[in-house]
T-cell receptor, first 116, second 113 residues
Framework: DQQVKQNSPSLSVQEGRISILNCDYTNSMFDYFLWYKKYPAEGPTFLISISSIKDKNEDGRFTVFLNKSAKHLSLHIVPSQPGDSAVYFCAASAQIRETSGSRLTFGEGTQLTVNP | NAGVTQTPKFQVLKTGQSMTLQCAQDMNHEYMSWYRQDPGMGLRLIHYSVGAGITDQGEVPNGYNVSRSTTEDFPLRLLSAAPSQTSVYFC????????????FGPGTRLTVT
C-alpha cells in the first residue's frame, strides 16, 4: 500500500523553464510534507517543507503547493538550472503521537533532468 | 562537523552471512532511522529509534535487527543475508518531532550474492 506516490519516474525540462514535480498521498492523517533532493552516490538532502495549515511555501526558486482536498502536492522550480538535475523525493508525516512526527513515508522519486 | 556517517560504503556478502552496518551522528539527535532504497520503490523505512534504548519497526523490518545503546550510534544488523537485501542503505537522524529536517548519511551499497 503506497501511501505516497510520485507517478512520474522522470521529467526533462530546458534550462530557465519551470519544473513541476507532483506527489499524491492517500493517508488523511498526514499533516506535514517535505521534499528531498538526491544526487547520485549521496544521501538525500532536505529541500523544502509545508505544513497542512498552509497551502503554499516558498524558498527562493522553490515553491511547494499543497491541495489538501485533492491530497496532492507539487514542487515548482523556477527557473530550472542544470544543477537541479537530481532525484526528488516527496515525503509525509503524521503527528499522531509525540514520537510519530519524525517518521517519514517517502514516494518513489522523480528523476529531474534540466538540459542546458 | 561530521553530521551522519555510515560505514562501510560498499559491501559484498554471500547468502547466509551476517554483518553490521554502522551509523553514527554527532548532532545529539534523538531520532534515528534506517531506510533502504530500491529502484522504483523510493526510500522504505526499516527500523527507527526515538532515543537510547528505544527502537521500533518500520515498513520493511524483516531480516534486520537494530539496537540503540547510545544517542550517537544506531547499527543495523543483517543476521543471515539474502539476495533480496541487495540495496542501498541510508541512515538518518533528526531532532524529535515534526518540522525538523532529517539528515542523511552517504549510504552503504550492499550486494548479496
Amino acid at each position: 500500500d503506497q501511501q505516497v506516490k510520485q507517478n512520474s519516474p522522470s521529467l526533462s525540462v530546458q534550462e530557465g523553464r519551470i519544473s513541476i514535480l507532483n506527489c499524491d498521498y492517500t493517508n488523511s492523517m498526514f499533516d506535514y510534507f517535505l521534499w528531498y533532493k538526491k544526487y547520485p552516490a549521496e544521501g538525500p538532502t532536505f529541500l523544502i517543507s509545508i505544513s497542512s495549515i498552509k497551502d503554499k511555501n516558498e524558498d527562493g526558486r522553490f515553491t511547494v503547493f499543497l491541495n489538501k482536498s485533492a491530497k496532492h502536492l507539487s514542487l515548482h522550480i523556477v527557473p530550472s538550472q542544470p544543477g537541479d538535475s537530481a532525484v526528488y523525493f516527496c515525503a509525509a508525516s503524521a503527528q499522531i503521537r509525540e514520537t510519530s512526527g519524525s517518521r517519514l513515508t517517502f514516494g518513489e522519486g522523480t528523476q529531474l533532468t534540466v538540459n542546458p | 562537523n561530521a553530521g551522519v556517517t555510515q560505514t562501510p560504503k560498499f559491501q559484498v556478502l554471500k547468502t547466509g552471512q551476517s554483518m553490521t552496518l554502522q551509523c553514527a551522528q554527532d548532532m545529539n539527535h534523538e531520532y534515528m532511522s534506517w531506510y533502504r532504497q530500491d529502484p522504483g520503490m523510493g526510500l522504505r523505512l526499516i527500523h527507527y529509534s526515538v532515543g537510547a534504548g528505544i527502537t521500533d519497526q518500520g515498513e520493511v523490518p524483516n531480516g534486520y535487527n537494530v539496537s540503540r545503546s547510545t544517542t550517537e550510534d544506531f547499527p543495523l544488523r543483517l543476521l543471515s543475508a539474502a539476495p533480496s537485501q541487495t540495496s542501498v542503505y541510508f541512515c538518518a537522524s533528526s531532532e524529535m518531532g515534526q518540522g525538523y529536517e532529517q539528515y542523511f548519511g552517504p549510504g552503504t551499497r550492499l550486494t548479496v550474492t
